[in-house]
C-alpha cells in the first residue's frame, strides 16, 4: 500500500474542500434568509429553476466537459484541441437552451415562465462558470478552483442577502444574485487561469478525430446523468403537479439539510476522481481502492447518523416560518442521500476504466423505480411518499453497481459490518420522525453503535497507514 497514493488524495481533499466549503456552505447558510423573506410558492420557483438548469446542463452539453477533463489529463500534448470543442459544444448548448425557453410556459414549471430570460442567463453563467472549471482540473490548475469558488459564492451571498432581504426583490433577487456570482467565477477562470489561450477556432484545433474521440466517451454519460437527475430532482415535478407549487417549495427547503452530506463528500468524491483517473492502471490499485471506500462508507454512515440525531434543531435555524414543518421528511432523505453519494464512488471505477454504458444501464434503472414509486406513493402517503421513492432509487442504484463493478476490480468489502450499520442507520431514521418518551436515548445509542462499528474498521487501516509510512522514513 503505497503512502505516496493517500498522500496524493489528501492534497487533493483539502484543495477541492477549500471549494467546497466557499461554494456550499454559503448556499447552505442561504436558506434561512429564503425561507424568511420569501414564500413557499416563491421558494418553490427559485428550487423549479436551479433543478431544471441541472436537467438542461448534461443534455445541452452532451456532457463534454467530462471528456475535456480526462483527455487533457490523459493527452496534454492536445490540449489546446480538446478545449477548444469542449467550449464549441458549450456555447451550442446555450443556443439549443434558448431555443427551447418557450416550454417553460407549461404548468410543470409552475410560473418559471414570468422569469425566462433571467433563467436563460442563468443556464449560460452556470454551463461556463463549469466548463471552465473542469477545463482547470484538466490543465491541472487546481488552486484556481478555491478562488473562482469564493469569488463566485461571496458575491452571490452578498448579493442574495442585499437583494432578497432588503431590498426585497423575491425570485428577481435570487437569479440577479445566482448570475453575477456565476459571472465572477468565470472571469477568475479566464483571465487568472489564462484558459481563453487554449481556445482557437482554427482547422486543426477541431480535427475529427479528437470530436469523435470525446464524444464517444461523454454521450454514453449523458443518459446516465440524466437517470441521475431523475433519481434525485423528477420528485419536484410530480410534487406541482399533483400536490402544488407551494408544497414543491416546503419539499425543496427540507432537502437542503441533506445536503451537508452531500457539500463534505463532494470534496472527498472530486478529490477520488482524479487519483482514480491517476491510479487506475497502477499495480495495488485494487487494494487501494478497498480502503478508500471503507473510509469513504465510514465517514458518510456516522455523518448521517450524527445529522438525524440533530435534525430538528438544524431544521429550527434552517427552516423559518411555515417551513419547519417539513423537517420530518428529512431523515428519510439522508439515507436516500447517503445511497446517492456510495453510488457516486463506484461510479468512478466505470469512467477510469472508460467504461461508462454501464453507469446509464444503473441509473436508468434506478431512475425507472423513482419515476413509478414517487406518483403511487404520493397518492399513497402525500408529501413524505416522495422521500421513500427517492431511497428506493437511489438504493436500486448502489445494489447494481456494488455487484457489477466486481467485473471490474476485485477489491473487498466486510459485508457484514455494512449491512449491520446500514440496518442501524435505517432504524434511526424511522425512529427520527416518531415522538416517543425515550426517543433521544434511544437515537443517541443508534449513534454510537454507528461510530463503534465504523471504528473496528478504520482503525487497522490507520496503524497500517501509519506503519508504511514510519517505514518509508526510516
Request: hydrophobic share 50%; charged share 15%.
Given at each position: 500500500m503505497a503512502v505516496g497514493k493517500y498522500k496524493n488524495l489528501l492534497v487533493n481533499i483539502l484543495l477541492f474542500a477549500c471549494n467546497t466549503v466557499a461554494t456550499k456552505l454559503i448556499t447552505f447558510l442561504l436558506v434561512p434568509l429564503y425561507t424568511f423573506y420569501m414564500t413557499s410558492s416563491e421558494f418553490g420557483i427559485t428550487d423549479v429553476a436551479s433543478t431544471t438548469v441541472n436537467l438542461l446542463l448534461p443534455l445541452a452539453t452532451l456532457q463534454i466537459s467530462e471528456?475535456?477533463?480526462?483527455?487533457?489529463?490523459?493527452?496534454?500534448?492536445?490540449?489546446?484541441?480538446?478545449?477548444?470543442?469542449?467550449f464549441g459544444v458549450t456555447v451550442m448548448s446555450c443556443v439549443i437552451v434558448g431555443a427551447l425557453l418557450p416550454t417553460l410556459s407549461l404548468n410543470i414549471f409552475g410560473g418559471l415562465d414570468d422569469y425566462r430570460w433571467l433563467f436563460f442567463l442563468t443556464y449560460v453563467a452556470s454551463a461556463f462558470q463549469g466548463f471552465f472549471g473542469y477545463v482547470a482540473r484538466g490543465l491541472n490548475q487546481i488552486k484556481l478552483i478555491p478562488i473562482s469558488s469564493a469569488a463566485s459564492s461571496l458575491t452571490s451571498g452578498l448579493l442574495a442577502w442585499v437583494f432578497i432581504g432588503p431590498a426585497n426583490l423575491g425570485v428577481h433577487g435570487y437569479f440577479y444574485a445566482v448570475i453575477a456570482g456565476a459571472s465572477l467565477g468565470i472571469l477568475v477562470f479566464v483571465i487568472g487561469g489564462r484558459e481563453y489561450r487554449y481556445i482557437r477556432f482554427?482547422?486543426?484545433?477541431?480535427?475529427?478525430?479528437?470530436?469523435?474521440?470525446?464524444?464517444?466517451?461523454?454521450?454514453?454519460?449523458?443518459?446516465?446523468?440524466?437517470?441521475?437527475?431523475?433519481?434525485?430532482?423528477?420528485?419536484?415535478?410530480?410534487?406541482?403537479?399533483?400536490?402544488?407549487?407551494?408544497?414543491?417549495?416546503?419539499?425543496?427547503?427540507?432537502?437542503?439539510?441533506?445536503?451537508?452530506?452531500?457539500?463534505?463528500?463532494?470534496?472527498?468524491?472530486?478529490?477520488?476522481?482524479?487519483?482514480?483517473?491517476?491510479?487506475?492502471?497502477?499495480?495495488?490499485?485494487?487494494?487501494?481502492?478497498?480502503?478508500?471506500?471503507?473510509?469513504?462508507?465510514?465517514?458518510?454512515?456516522?455523518?448521517?447518523?450524527?445529522?438525524?440525531?440533530?435534525v430538528p434543531w438544524i431544521a429550527s435555524f434552517m427552516l423559518q416560518k411555515e417551513f419547519y414543518a417539513a423537517w420530518t421528511l428529512v431523515p428519510i432523505m439522508i439515507i436516500a442521500v447517503l445511497y446517492n453519494i456510495l453510488s457516486s464512488f463506484f461510479a468512478s471505477l466505470y469512467t477510469s476504466n472508460m467504461k461508462t454504458m454501464f453507469l446509464f444501464i444503473t441509473t436508468a434503472a434506478g431512475a425507472l423505480v423513482t419515476m413509478i414509486a414517487t406518483p403511487l406513493l404520493i397518492k399513497w402517503m402525500g408529501l413524505p411518499g416522495t422521500t421513500i421513492a427517492m431511497l428506493l432509487g437511489n438504493l436500486v442504484v448502489l445494489i447494481l453497481r456494488v455487484k457489477d463493478s466486481r467485473k471490474i476490480m476485485a477489491f473487498s468489502i466486510d459485508w457484514l459490518n455494512v449491512l449491520c450499520t446500514e440496518i442501524i442507520l435505517l432504524v434511526q431514521a424511522v425512529l427520527r420522525t416518531m415522538d416517543i418518551p425515550a426517543l433521544p436515548f434511544i437515537l443517541a445509542a443508534t449513534c454510537i453503535a454507528i461510530c463503534g462499528l465504523q471504528a473496528a474498521q478504520l482503525v487497522p487501516i490507520g496503524k497500517d497507514i501509519w506503519r508504511r509510512y514510519r517505514r518509508r522514513r526510516a
Open positions: 471528456a475535456v477533463l480526462r483527455y487533457a489529463i490523459d493527452d496534454s500534448k492536445h490540449q489546446r484541441e480538446y478545449v477548444t470543442i469542449g482554427e482547422r486543426q484545433d477541431l480535427n475529427r478525430v479528437y470530436i469523435r474521440r470525446m464524444l464517444s466517451y461523454s454521450i454514453p454519460l449523458v443518459p446516465n446523468a440524466l437517470s441521475w437527475w431523475i433519481n434525485s430532482n423528477v420528485n419536484r415535478y410530480f410534487i406541482i403537479g399533483m400536490l402544488g407549487i407551494g408544497l414543491s417549495g416546503l419539499f425543496a427547503a427540507a432537502s437542503k439539510i441533506p445536503n451537508i452530506i452531500n457539500l463534505l463528500s463532494q470534496v472527498f468524491l472530486s478529490a477520488w476522481t482524479l487519483s482514480a483517473f491517476q491510479e487506475f492502471k497502477k499495480e495495488g490499485v485494487d487494494k487501494f481502492f478497498s480502503v478508500v471506500f471503507k473510509i469513504f462508507h465510514a465517514m458518510g454512515v456516522v455523518l448521517a447518523s450524527a445529522l438525524i440525531l440533530v
